[in-house]
């Protein structure tokens, strides 16, 4: 090896050293992909990051941290939690998840297949919430608490999420 290859090889060595303590599978973008793309699938415009609702959202995680339970906060905003046992679970797995429920929500009588849950579906959907902000944390436990929070919210009884 010339010292130029020498180089590229040490420089390209580094830059793969650096993207395991990357924490780009829960970024802001990595939350509102999903997202958009269920909200798309119906016909619903996006959702945008707001600071103040991801404030929320963090600090609601971390009273979570200790414990990990899927225990909703009674905030002002609407809200999807996930719990996922161990530590790998990433801002896509949650929403994937909770979008899953598609397949139980029924539009046109406005309601889960029997003995079905779809509601987080349909905050993910729902076409008045146009704000998101979420966090994970890693609990002390391992297992993985992922929140998102919804400005304004949805869900609201006899209403159509979009």
């Known amino acids: 090896m010339g010292?130029?290859?020498?180089?590229?090889?040490?420089?390209?060595?580094?830059?793969?050293?650096?993207v395991p303590i990357s924490h780009a599978q829960n970024?802001?973008?990595?939350?509102?992909?999903?997202?958009?793309?269920a909200r798309a699938a119906v016909g619903v415009g996006p959702v945008s990051w707001n600071a103040t609702v991801a404030a929320y959202a963090q600090d609601y995680a971390n009273k979570r941290k200790a414990d990990c339970e899927l225990v909703h906060s009674n905030g002002p905003y609407g809200e999807n939690i996930f719990w996922g046992g161990g530590p790998g679970w990433t801002a896509a797995d949650a929403v994937n998840d909770w979008v899953s429920?598609?397949?139980y929500y029924d539009y046109a009588s406005n309601s889960c297949a029997p003995s079905?849950?779809?509601g987080h579906y349909t905050q993910v959907v729902w076409a008045k919430s146009v704000y998101i902000g979420c966090a994970r944390v890693t609990c002390d436990n391992g297992d993985t608490f992922i929140t998102c929070n919804y400005d304004p919210p949805g869900n609201y009884v006899g209403e159509r999420p979009y």
């Open 27 to 37: 970024s802001p973008q990595d939350f509102i992909n999903p997202h958009n793309a």
């Open 101 to 103: 429920e598609k397949q």
């Open 3 to 18: 010292m130029s290859s020498i180089a590229l090889f040490m420089i390209s060595a580094m830059a793969l050293a650096i």
């Open 116 to 118: 079905q849950v779809c």
